[in-house]
């Protein structure tokens, strides 16, 4: 069986769906950052190996599209910290914006792309 240990990421862009749904406090502050943990792991990998990283998550249950207090911006302080590795952020997970900072993306970089949530398809 095949595992992300036998492949290279050299020069590789992998885009990983990963649990963010982190809980946060009324001040945006993560108060348990396990599932962001677990994530962790092969993340490193692929920088480790050379590569970059695009991340998609929700997080809650966004109603009528953005909501401030869904965003996944307030998670990337933390998730820097977790990786070792300054992590960009996409203002939308789809779109010009979303297309250009992965285009851009140079080996060793973390993209989160924002709440996949925000649309209801």
Known sequence: ?????????KDKKAII????NVPLNKDFVITDDTRMRFAVPTIKKILDDGGSVI????LGRPKEGPEDK???RHLVDHLSKLV????KFADDCMGES?????AELKPGEVLLL???R????
């Open 84 to 87: 070792d590795a300054p992590v």
């Open 70 to 72: 869904f965003s996944l």
């Open 17 to 20: 769906r990963v649990d963010f």
């Open 114 to 116: 924002e709440n996949l």
């Open 1 to 9: 069986m095949k595992t992300i240990d036998g492949f290279n990421f």
């Open 98 to 102: 979303a297309e250009k900072l992965s």
């Open 55 to 58: 991340l998609m998550s929700h």
């Open 118 to 121: 925000f649309y209801k398809e």
